[in-house]
């Protein structure tokens, strides 16, 4: 899971896409070309959850581009009436999804074909927060000599194990606090294809539970209400699955950046750390470069320009 708060990063305008004014490039052939970051969301986001991050890159002079992954597009969330208050969550539960049968090939293949566009412009810096670790990990995979840089937002990056599954189980995730989805989870995920949170639950046993994984416990109220109502309800059942390891020959020589929140409730610091180790012991000569901040899995708004400063430093 990822997000930012809608309001993370200030109040640039909607826009993901904005003229860059800087240079930067680590490619020989790019040397004196503006970059470009390419932004990917995590689970149960949308491309509008990095808006924020682009505005802030924008006011910075630089251009950014926010992936909307297949599904997640505007029009496709399944609402309906029985998602509205009072709520039926026994009507809601048999609504298709649009992203039922999306796999995380499918993110790649997306975001494949929008770094193709971008890097006839200049460098791409490849952006993934959370679970968007996935997508920007095999999209390097595949296409190396297109990226300039990979940051990893407290996202995930698979190296000795091939799964965001497989890490969950590990001893450095004990105390991440996922516990609170089982309250609000709606319908049989094998019959929607997908797993299906009501986001909008007020259950103070879940929203206790919600605050302390993607929030701090000092976090205010209104932005972990903020952050509830805009996440996606909808995420592919397979995602979590799919065996998205890196590959040293390929992923390996692209220069990258992890940016730590060490008050992470969902994604453990030890976690965290366990990944950037073995993702320095595959390539030794070409080593993450690590910052911290001091927030919760989303960004806090009194921390967000410190991961914008830290995104605009690789360009």
């Known amino acids: 899971m990822t997000l930012y708060s809608r309001r993370a990063f200030g109040r640039a305008g909607a826009a993901t896409l904005a003229l860059a004014t800087t240079a930067g490039a680590t490619r020989p052939a790019d040397r004196g070309r503006a970059p470009t970051f390419v932004l990917v969301h995590g689970a149960f986001g949308r491309a509008a959850h990095m808006a924020d991050l682009a505005n802030g890159l924008a006011v910075r002079g630089h251009r950014a581009l926010a992936v909307e992954l297949p599904g997640h597009e505007r029009g496709r969330v399944p609402y309906s009436s029985a998602f509205q208050a009072p709520q039926d969550l026994e009507a809601w539960a048999t609504v298709p999804s649009p992203l039922a049968g999306i796999e995380l090939r499918h993110y790649v293949e997306h975001t494949v074909n929008a770094v193709r566009q971008v890097a006839a412009y200049g460098p791409v810096v490849l952006v993934g927060a959370s679970a968007g670790g996935l997508v920007i990990s095999l999209v390097a995979n595949t296409v190396p000599q297109l990226v300039s840089h990979l940051v990893y937002d407290d996202a995930y990056c698979c190296v000795a194990l091939p799964s965001v599954a497989a890490y969950s189980r590990t001893p450095e995730a004990a105390g991440a606090h996922t516990e609170f989805l089982g309250r609000v989870v709606v319908g049989d995920p094998t ?27 000092d976090a205010p109220d209104t932005e972990l209400f903020e952050l509830l109502n805009n996440l996606h309800p909808d995420d592919p059942l397979s995602v979590n699955e799919a065996d998205a390891r890196v590959e040293g020959r390929t992923w390996g020589r692209v220069p990258r950046t992890f940016i730590r929140h060490t008050r992470d409730g969902l994604v453990p610091l030890a976690l965290q750390d366990r990944m950037i180790r073995e993702a320095d012991e595959l390539t030794p000569s070409n080593r993450f470069a690590v910052h911290s901040v001091a927030t919760g899995h989303a960004p806090g708004v009194d921390r967000a320009g410190e991961i914008v400063d830290i995104v605009a430093g690789v360009a």
């Open 191 to 217: 019959k929607l294809g997908v797993l299906r949170v009501n986001w909008r639950s007020a259950d103070p046993e879940y929203l206790a539970g919600a605050r302390l994984a993607f929030m701090t416990e």
